[in-house]
């Protein structure tokens, strides 16, 4: 492990936990919608909407900053397989924050449906009135929703194994409260000797 | 000590897969795969499907229809109810489809009791107010629950299905006298058409008003009985308003009727009494017919919950359910289009 640990900045912790709650939020307020007639139906979809747009603000913000001040390294012991996992579902992780709400948005376009975020605010269409489209990109939004939440469980799966079998210090890069971005050494999990 | 640790890694798996479990466990209650007697929008719109199964490419419900394109004319006088720039004196752009509820899109004309219109009045800020209506004063039930079991009882081989329900649901003797009593409009033209449930109206000093819509046609109705109707073919009405409307425009004079407070806002079974307040907003007018195949009604949803600022739904629960079914509706048919082709090349819209 390096000497140089440190824990993502005070800004990518915020938007992190900031959007794991958005998120969680949304996943379970979009299957919950299309599940029910009743008049919940109508109070999820109007947060499911301004909460996607919202999110891909967000997100996009937080690429910018990940761009920036990038990533504190693994471990130099995790396997190689973890490694990869952990590096290709970050990928995957980002894509789905972004793509998740422009498909929205463009399901929505293509249904020619007014994209409404609050009374009397609404989104441009981003794509013609298309049936096609409307069903391709509907396609889209229902299945990678499964996709993306069962990604957030092997996400929290993997953190947990990093914080409670590995504990190896990866938890602590994210899931500090501390103004500080350096690791204490006791943080940085038990080195082998 | 290397056993211990082996231990407590073991014990910390467990933790992760129970934490995991519980979140999957969460999700699929939200889903409701685990309750079988949630009522969902598929088993609502699966619900209309005729024994022979559903119109594929078309509407789940009011499946026969022809599109109509218009003016929305405001007189300005609804302004005083409500914020919505569609209630500002102006003339607005209409998309709309005459419609018959039935599930089957080549269902005769004579072999349907309710008739729908839907409109989409469009602003010039983008903002969109979509309305479907229909011909009956009143909805044959008071829950979408309820509304659920009568297409159950109405599908069902149960010769005594629907006297069972009729029985459990005494409301449903308001629609029922309705449909075996009024006469039948010759006409699309001739139809009044009746938002039947209630919304909410916000004016500028941000007081709300309950109220309910409906359309009175200009044109005087002609009574006709279900077997003369049968008589001029199964499309006439398809036929009747193509040709009235090329001859010239058609239209209705928008009303809406304000609740006192007390009345029954959340039941459209329920009628409000006479003397409520009316207000004659503007006039609707029909000034182009086409064919939906090709039409540009056949793709729009016309989901009574797509409002303008300044309106919203009531303790009325049919709006949602209704916007719930017409989604599932929409999505199903949009991706079934090759089972209804367009004729036009190239007319993908």
């Known amino acids: 492990m390096s000497a140089g640990l440190h824990r993502f900045t005070?800004?990518?912790?915020?938007?992190?936990?900031?959007?794991?709650?958005?998120?969680?939020?949304?996943?379970?307020?979009g299957v919950g919608m299309v599940s029910t007639v009743m008049p919940k139906y109508l109070t999820l979809v109007s947060i499911h909407k301004p909460l996607g747009a919202a999110i891909l603000v967000l997100a996009l913000i937080r690429l910018a900053v990940r761009l920036r001040y990038g990533a504190p390294p693994l471990p130099a012991d995790l396997p190689a397989p973890m490694k990869l996992a952990a590096i290709g579902s970050h990928y995957a992780l980002y894509a789905l924050m972004i793509a998740m709400p422009l498909l929205g948005w463009g399901m929505l376009s293509a249904g020619a449906y007014p994209v409404v975020l609050y009374a009397g605010w609404h989104l441009p269409a981003i794509l013609p009135q298309s049936d096609s489209l409307h069903t391709l990109l509907w396609n889209a939004h229902f299945y990678l929703a499964f996709a993306f939440f069962a990604l957030i469980l092997l996400h929290v799966a993997a953190a947990l194994f990093h914080a409670l079998v590995r504990r190896d210090g990866v938890f602590q890069t994210m899931a500090s409260v501390a103004i500080d971005d350096q690791l204490t050494p006791a943080q940085r999990g038990h080195q082998p000797a | 000590m290397l056993e211990l640790r082996r231990s407590g890694a073991l014990w910390?798996?467990?933790?992760?897969?129970?934490?995991?479990?519980?979140?999957?466990?969460?999700?699929?209650?939200?889903?409701?795969?685990?309750?079988?007697?949630?009522?969902?929008?598929?088993?609502?719109?699966?619900?209309?499907?005729?024994?022979?199964?559903?119109?594929?490419g078309h509407r789940r419900n009011h499946a026969k229809g022809i599109c109509f394109t218009g003016v929305f004319e405001a007189n300005g006088a609804g302004s005083e109810?409500?914020?919505?720039?569609?209630?500002?004196?102006g003339q607005y752009p209409v998309v709309g489809r005459f419609n018959l509820g039935t599930a089957d899109a080549n269902a005769?004309?004579?072999?349907?009791?309710?008739?729908?219109?839907?409109?989409?009045?469009?602003?010039?800020?983008?903002?969109?107010?979509?309305?479907?209506?229909?011909?009956?004063?009143?909805?044959?039930?008071?829950?979408?629950?309820?509304?659920?079991?009568?297409?159950?009882?109405?599908?069902?081989k149960d010769p005594d299905a629907i006297?069972?329900?009729?029985?459990?649901?005494?409301e449903f003797a308001g629609f029922a006298d309705w449909a075996g009593s009024a006469s039948w409009a010759r006409s699309y033209a001739e139809e009044q058409f009746n938002s039947l449930n209630s919304f909410v109206f916000i004016?500028?000093?941000?007081?709300?008003?309950?109220v309910r819509w409906s359309l009175l046609p200009a044109a005087q109705p002609v009574a006709i009985s279900p077997d003369e109707l049968a008589k001029l073919g199964p499309d006439f009405l398809e036929q009747e308003i193509t040709q009235r409307v090329a001859t010239a425009p058609?239209?209705?004079?928008?009303?809406?009727?304000?609740?006192?407070?007390?009345?029954?806002?959340?039941?459209?079974?329920?009628?409000?009494?006479?003397?409520?307040?009316?207000?004659?907003?503007?006039?609707?007018?029909?000034?182009?017919?086409?064919a939906e195949r090709d039409g540009p009604c056949r793709d729009i949803n016309f989901d009574p919950t797509v409002l303008p600022s300044g309106m919203r739904t009531s303790d009325d629960p049919f709006p949602a359910a209704r916007s719930a079914a017409y989604a599932k509706s929409y999505d199903l048919r949009t991706a079934e289009a090759k089972d209804y082709p367009r004729t036009v090349t190239g007319g993908n819209r």
Not at chain 2, 132 to 153: C, G, H, R
Not at chain 2, 163 to 170: D, I, N, Q, S, V
Not at chain 2, 203 to 210: I, L, M, P, T
Request: aromatic share 8%.
């Open chain 1, 10 to 29: 005070v800004l990518q912790r915020l938007l992190h936990w900031v959007m794991a709650v958005c998120i969680l939020a949304m996943l379970f307020i």
């Open chain 2, 12 to 56: 910390s798996l467990a933790l992760i897969a129970i934490i995991v479990g519980i979140a999957c466990a969460a999700f699929a209650y939200t889903a409701g795969w685990v309750s079988p007697d949630r009522l969902t929008p598929g088993k609502l719109v699966e619900a209309f499907a005729p024994p022979a199964g559903p119109a594929l």
């Open chain 2, 81 to 89: 109810l409500s914020v919505a720039p569609v209630f500002v004196r």
């Open chain 2, 108 to 156: 005769p004309d004579a072999t349907v009791r309710v008739r729908g219109l839907g409109i989409s009045i469009s602003t010039p800020d983008g903002q969109e107010w979509r309305s479907a209506m229909v011909n009956p004063p009143i909805f044959p039930v008071s829950t979408p629950q309820a509304f659920y079991e009568l297409l159950l009882a109405s599908g069902s």
């Open chain 2, 163 to 170: 006297k069972t329900f009729a029985a459990a649901h005494p």
């Open chain 2, 203 to 210: 004016d500028k000093s941000g007081a709300e008003h309950v």
């Open chain 2, 250 to 290: 058609q239209r209705w004079t928008m009303v809406v009727t304000v609740a006192n407070p007390g009345d029954p806002t959340a039941d459209p079974t329920k009628r409000w009494p006479d003397d409520r307040r009316k207000i004659e907003v503007g006039t609707l007018t029909a000034e182009r017919v086409e």
